[in-house]
């Protein structure tokens, strides 16, 4: 298991494991982020990261995006 940062940008992952406090966790669930699921990197930029997920694109802070392993 890698954090999401880790993902090479155009590659699709299955979500592994979402940690951190249960108020992040419910947050990500309702943008589309839950245990195996896809979701794909679409960019990079300034430690925010710009992933598809569930046919949206969303932009999750870097913290965020440590807390979802792929």
Do not use: C, W, Y
């Not at 299955?14 to 990197?41: C, D, P, S, Y």
């Not at 990079?44 to 949206?56: E, R, T």
Request: charged share 20%.
């Amino acid at each position: 298991m890698m954090p999401l940062t880790m993902a090479e940008i155009g590659e699709e992952n299955i979500i592994r494991r979402i940690g951190g406090k249960q108020e992040m966790k419910a947050h990500l669930e309702n943008l589309g982020f839950v245990v195996g699921g896809a979701v794909t990197v679409v960019s990079a930029i300034a430690g925010s990261v710009i992933v598809n997920v569930k046919d949206s694109r969303i932009a999750v802070s870097r913290e965020m995006a440590l807390k979802i392993m792929i």
